[in-house]
């Protein structure tokens, strides 16, 4: 075997500590938490070159609208005593008006929507790398459903809250200047108008708690939608095995009937704000004109000026509209930001690298468990006072019931979680005390399920080192018994395997978790259950590759079938979470312990010890 795959010529890896960073906001625990959409605008400020076109081109646009409705009513005011120069002065003025605010919007769409994005693009950027730095814990009890849910269906509410800002810079300006053009022209009617602002208001500020609440909800049972979706079409064969098909169909419909009723309220609500606020202000432009007449008629105000004044009420009237739907629009965000910013930014990092964190050398793959205990849950141990060693090339076996904790041990290893009390050393390094980069890269795992992603059949074999070449990926498929089937396959290597391999059968898929493993050379090898769900002649290939995999390597095997691990150097038998048993297979057999009750239990009529190797496995029943 080349340098490339064989650990006792293991060539230097260069292992970098892990620079990335999340771009991401994350929580300040050291200050007051910030409202999700405080945290935005941390998003919003880096790209203020987008943003200042944007919000100057609305602020024209507003300015022009008051233009517009000056002219408007210098037109109708001219109407009484009309004259050609007046009205073609009037129409030129209108046309230009038009013909800039053209350019302008087209300024303020693009800005904005170059905005939104960008935003929609670094915070979904954000969102994947936080979400691969998180701690296994977090998806331990976290639905896959909602997390895409997250990623698909609430960050385009944030995006679509950042389109509003057009509105949220143009609509005020149109009101405020609006309303001191008012008291210009007069002060009287004026503030006959602005009577109705306050219930405006109350009514904007009322509905829009209750919009952030139904937000909330309505993303939350949307999440729902997506989950059940996945888990259903992810469990295809499952549910048809079942004939379950019509009890998915009613419960898919029941969430989206959930999600639709959340949608609605939510609609119910914000349709109210528009027809109120038109109503109230109805009433207060009817009063103005009842004032503004009375004061026409008595020559203390021109027909012009109340002309202008009742365009300028118009103009506003939209303004105040537009800014119940950004409110209706805002308070959607805030429920999709609480979302995104609580529930996945917010989230702990369980497993941390220390600041001077040190880059693990290559190892020879001497491990030590001091003292090791860990929980799930406080108070809860899964694992009490683990305390063994594995010398360098040694096999090392667990064993013991379902629940006992020999997967979880196993997980300390490479850091998917850390000991709650004790240390775990490699080579005499705590574990704690190194990048995480530098150790899971001299560790290999082979699980009981193997994950495959969709691309080709190189791809996956060359996950763990993109850069390999051709000729590495081929000799590594060798070594673990998958280059004949794979050159069977219609385009070899280039073969697209289908979603988790789907185009693949176990024992295939198995082989080329086996090949990834090798292809990536590392000392440490963890193998969970490697061949239990496999048939004989499949089971036999695979076990052929997992001895090649094995040999020079410090390897921890995870069995149920006992026959795979006879030869091994230490057993270790585990009950409840602890080490109640230790040593090789014959010394075992001779405490008539529980290794010896597992073992006769499975293997008492089929197994003859001598006649196996070291990681044989027959196909009897367990």
Known sequence: ????????????????????????????????????????????????????????????????????????????????????????????????????????????????????????????????????????SFFDGEQTGNLISTISNDVPVLSNGIVSLKDAVSNPVIVVGGVIWLFIISWKLTLITMFALPFIMIILNTL??????????????????????????????????????????????????????????????????????????AISIAGALCFGGHEVVTGAMSL??????????????????????????????????????????????KVMEKSNAKILPPVHGDIEFEHVSFEYIE??????????????????????????????????????????????????????????????????????????????????????????????????????????FIMQMGDGYDTIVGQRGVQLSGGQRQRLAIARALLTNPRILILDEATSSLDTASEQLVQEALEKLMKGRTTLVIAHRLSTIVNADNILVMSSGRIVEAGRHAELLALKGKYSYLYETQYRASIDPESLGPCKETNSDQ
């Open 379 to 484: 108070a809860r141990p899964v694992l009490k006072d683990i305390d063994f060693n594995m010398k360098s090339g040694q096999v090392v076996a667990i064993v013991g019931e379902s629940g006992s904790g020999k997967t979880t041990l196993s997980d300390l290893i490479p850091r998917f979680y850390d000991p709650t009390q004790g240390r775990i050393l490699i080579d005499g390094q705590d574990i704690r005390d190194v990048t995480l980069s530098s150790l899971r890269s001299q560790i290999g795992i082979v699980d009981q399920v193997t994950n495959l992603f969709g691309g080709s059949v190189r791809e996956n074999i060359a996950y763990g080192r993109p850069d390999a070449s051709l000729e590495e990926v081929e000799e590594a498929a060798r070594y673990a018994n998958a280059h004949e």
């Open 1 to 136: 075997m080349s340098a490339t795959i064989t650990p006792d010529n293991q060539k230097e890896k260069t292992m970098n500590a892990d620079t990335s960073v999340d771009i991401g906001i994350e929580s300040n625990d050291s200050g007051p938490k910030r409202s999700g959409q405080q945290r935005m605008f941390d998003y919003l400020l880096p790209e203020w070159k987008v943003i200042v076109p944007g919000i100057v081109s609305s602020i024209l646009i507003a300015v022009i609208a008051g233009l517009l409705a000056g002219i408007m009513g210098q037109f109708a005011a001219s109407v009484k005593h009309p004259t050609m120069r007046a009205l073609e002065i009037a129409a030129l003025e209108l046309v230009l008006c038009y013909i800039v605010r053209c350019g302008l919007i087209w300024v303020q769409s693009v800005s904005f929507a170059e905005l939104s994005q960008r935003i929609t693009l670094n915070l979904r950027s954000d969102l994947y790398r936080r979400l691969n730095k998180l701690s296994l």
């Open 304 to 349: 012009k000026q109340l002309a202008i004044f009742v365009a300028v009420i118009n103009r506003i009237s939209g303004g105040v509209s537009g800014m119940t739907g950004i409110v209706t629009t805002w308070r959607t965000m805030q429920g999709a930001a609480e979302r995104v910013f609580s529930n996945i930014f917010d989230v702990p990092i």
């Open 208 to 281: 829009s708690k209750i919009l952030k609440d139904i937000s909330v909800e309505t993303q939350n049972k949307l999440g729902d939608v997506t989950t059940t979706s996945e888990e259903t079409l992810g469990a295809a064969r499952l549910v048809r095995a079942f004939v379950a098909e019509d009890r998915e169909n009613a419960r898919f419909e029941n969430q989206l009937r959930l999600a639709k009723m959340w949608t609605m309220r939510g609609v119910y609500r914000s349709a109210i704000l528009g027809p109120a606020g038109d109503v109230v202000g």
